[in-house]
């Protein structure tokens, strides 16, 4: 309805149409939410943000408009979340919800809160649909109270964020807490051993590359930062890196995920240390975890990735992150002391460097140095897990994305971009990783990176 009458204001007058437009929208979806869903945080459904003179155009720049108008289209066609539900309901849906005993996938609470957005009915208002799965609402909020100020183009971003209810994708801290919510789990939303067991794909997750590959409906450019702050991919990525492991240490403490029988919570373990075939021997000594050959160890990767970064950051978090990671790992594998204060005390380390790296300007210098720390991380047994080796080629890709960004010489960009799609090519698949492979990569890596500076 509010687009047929945009059309008729635009062939009336068509300067006043924008402003005419807007206002009859705000009311328009106003008086619609109210009537529909009492409540004002109501979600109204993807269709409510897909009119073709607000989300849902077919245009692929940005014309008038400060953002390019056809993010509708991007989620619905290339973004795996538009297709969150009805995964649920394909073959492999159906084989985790019945290998679990839980009932059909589709309305399973379990499988909802991730793959939907499963707000109570009261909030639903009569555009929203279940089926749209992870739609917009999911991630810039609930829009029973922005709508109409923001679809009037007179309210400005920074005040719908503070008043009302939009949310601030755009900060990386609020972006990591967001994402991971659902890309690693949450009090209310989480995959345990036994999920995975069932058929469910492993988790894996790096803020800055899946917001690039969701993909982007976002263009950073003078429009753009007229009204936010844009962070270099090397801050969201490393902000990403302190949440990511915050998150995991906290999910280790909670005595709600104790494991069943004899045996902790598996889903925190590194993978390989179990799933791997018994006849190619991999294991090597790691300094970094003092562990025995035979025992499973958690998953460190987002550890391995921080150590680099505080390094050359902050330091002194990062020497007491360094012992605290290795505690634990003796606690949890060998049994050296209870996990739970361990874990929490990283917690709030990673809390504090997720902060500092927030703040953080990030030079030419420390993105060198600290991608040069990676790859000589990646020459070490700390890079034998796949999880880790993984991790460290999607932080190449950041940093050399932010350098590229800032201006690097063709050839220099050409090396480095060799480098990282030999790390693509060692890391491929899980089953097939090869660490020596990935070695010889991180070495390429360290040689672009150490000329970059030359
Ligand atoms: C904590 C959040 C969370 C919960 C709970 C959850 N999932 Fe998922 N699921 C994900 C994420 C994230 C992915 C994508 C993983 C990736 O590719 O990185 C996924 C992927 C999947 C896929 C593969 C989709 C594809 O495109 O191939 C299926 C099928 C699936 N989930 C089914 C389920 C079922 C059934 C349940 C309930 C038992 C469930 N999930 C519960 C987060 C969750
Ligand atoms: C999985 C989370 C997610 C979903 C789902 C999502 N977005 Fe976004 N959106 C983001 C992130 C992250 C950004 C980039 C950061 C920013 O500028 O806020 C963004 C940016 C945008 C922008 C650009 C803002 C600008 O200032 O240039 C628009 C417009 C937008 N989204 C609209 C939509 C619409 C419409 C939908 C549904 C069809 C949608 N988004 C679905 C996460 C999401
Ligand atoms: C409500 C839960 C939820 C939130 C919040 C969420 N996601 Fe997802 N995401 C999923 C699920 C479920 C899938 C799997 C969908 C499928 O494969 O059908 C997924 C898939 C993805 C994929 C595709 C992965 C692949 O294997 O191809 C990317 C990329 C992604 N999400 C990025 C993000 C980013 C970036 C954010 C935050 C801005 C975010 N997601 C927030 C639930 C969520
Ligand atoms: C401590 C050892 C251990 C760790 C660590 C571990 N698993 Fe498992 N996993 C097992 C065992 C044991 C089984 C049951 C095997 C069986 O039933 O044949 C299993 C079963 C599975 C299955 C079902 C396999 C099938 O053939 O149906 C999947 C999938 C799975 N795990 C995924 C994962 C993922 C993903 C991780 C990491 C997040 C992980 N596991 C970590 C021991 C482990």
Redesign the pocket.
């Known amino acids: 309805m509010p687009v047929r009458v945009c059309r008729l204001a635009k062939s009336l007058a068509p300067g006043l149409h924008v402003l005419c437009c807007a206002a009859l929208l705000w009311i328009a979806l106003h008086t619609h939410a109210l009537a529909q869903a009492p409540d004002t945080d109501a979600h109204l459904g993807v269709g409510s943000c897909a009119g073709t003179n607000c989300h849902g155009a077919a245009s692929t720049t940005k014309s008038k408009s400060a953002v390019i108008q056809n993010e509708y289209l991007v989620w619905q066609r290339y973004d795996k979340h538009a297709h969150a539900f009805t995964v649920l309901q394909g073959d492999l849906g159906r084989r985790i919800a019945a290998n679990l005993g839980i009932g059909p996938a589709d309305r399973a609470p379990e499988c909802l809160q991730c793959h939907a957005d499963n707000v109570p009915a009261a909030q639903r208002g009569v555009q929203f649909h279940l089926a749209d799965g992870v739609g917009c609402e999911v991630c810039h909020g609930g829009s029973g109270r922005w709508l109409g100020p923001h679809a009037s183009g007179l309210v400005k971003h920074a005040e719908l964020v503070q008043n009302d209810g939009l949310y601030p994708t755009e900060n990386p801290v609020a972006r990591a807490k967001l994402c991971l919510g659902c890309h690693e789990g949450d009090e209310t939303r989480f995959i345990t051993?036994k999920i995975?067991?069932a058929?469910?794909p492993?988790l894996s997750f790096e803020l800055q590359t899946y917001t690039q590959i969701e993909p982007a409906h976002f263009v950073v450019d003078d429009k753009y930062r007229a009204r936010k702050v844009a962070s270099p991919a090397v801050q969201v990525w490393a902000v990403g890196q302190a949440w990511a492991l915050e998150r995991l240490v906290g999910e280790i403490a909670d005595p709600k995920h104790g494991g069943e029988g004899v045996?902790p919570e598996?889903?925190f373990?590194?993978?390989q240390?179990?799933?791997h075939t018994t006849t190619e021997l991999r294991w090597q000594k790691r300094a970094s975890t003092g562990l025995a050959p035979g025992l499973?160890h958690f998953?460190d990767a987002n550890a391995v990735m921080l150590r680099a970064i505080a390094a050359r950051v902050a330091p002194g978090l990062g020497r007491s992150l360094e012992t605290d990671i290795r505690s634990l790992h003796q606690a949890l594998s060998a049994g050296a002391g209870r996990p739970a204060p361990i874990a929490l005390r990283i917690a709030a380390t990673a809390h504090q460097l997720g902060d500092e790296l927030a703040a953080h300007d990030f030079t030419q210098g420390d993105m060198r140095a600290m991608m040069i720390a990676l790859a000589q991380t990646g020459q070490t047994s700390d890079a034998s897990d796949y999880a880790a080796a993984e991790q460290a080629t999607m932080a190449f890709a950041s940093i050399i994305y932010t350098l590229k960004v800032q201006g690097v010489s063709a050839g220099r960009y050409a090396a480095m971009r060799a480098a990282l799609e030999a790390c693509y090519a060692a890391t491929r698949t899980q089953d097939a990783y090869d660490p020596a492979a990935f070695a010889s990569a991180s070495g390429m890596v360290e040689r672009a990176a150490v000329a970059d500076g030359e």
């Open positions: 051993h995975m067991g058929g469910h492993r045996f598996l889903v373990f590194d993978c240390s179990c799933h499973p998953n």
